[in-house]
């Protein structure tokens, strides 16, 4: 037999996964998005594609005013757009919880350029440099590039 089908029938009981969410709640400082997107995986049951391409736009209300996340179609899982739904999850007051740990993450130092990015999970291999540029010249970069974009459409004609 395959090894890995061993592996098919796991699944943890209560007091593992208490374990499980405590552990990565104190890794949190060391592992700032990383323990935090695992805790928002653990929750909700997301796989981890999905939850590490959440955007903070996604967090939003359904109809009857309660807060959710809505997952996009084309970022879950399923090889057809057409019939594919989004996914709502609802906001419980664990994963409320994890969304309001993300804060004070951000309010750190050495996280302040991270608050301009738009996933709630961003990676901390990003060139801290370039997210200074963006963060302290915002509306030249922004100015910048819609010249560069001027310039080569008058390139092309």
Not at 48 to 70: A, H, Q, Y
Request: with cysteine.
């Amino acid at each position: 037999l395959w090894v890995g089908s061993k592996y098919n029938e796991l699944s943890f009981d209560v007091t593992q996964l208490e374990a499980i969410d405590n552990a990565l709640f104190t890794l949190r400082d060391k592992f700032p998005f990383q323990s935090e997107c695992l805790r928002l995986m653990l929750h909700t049951g997301m796989r981890g594609e999905e939850c590490k391409k959440i955007t903070r736009s996604m967090i939003t209300t359904d109809k009857l005013g309660n807060p959710v996340i809505e997952l996009k179609r084309y970022i879950a899982k399923g090889r057809t757009h057409q019939q594919q739904k989004d996914i709502i999850y609802d906001i419980t007051p664990q994963i409320r919880a994890i969304l309001d740990s993300l804060k004070p993450q951000l309010d750190k130092p050495e996280f302040k350029p991270y608050q301009f990015v738009p996933w709630l999970f961003p990676t901390t291999r990003i060139s801290l440099e370039k997210l200074s540029i963006i963060c302290t010249r915002k509306n030249q970069y922004v100015y910048d590039y819609a010249l560069r974009c001027v310039d080569m459409f008058l390139i092309c004609f």
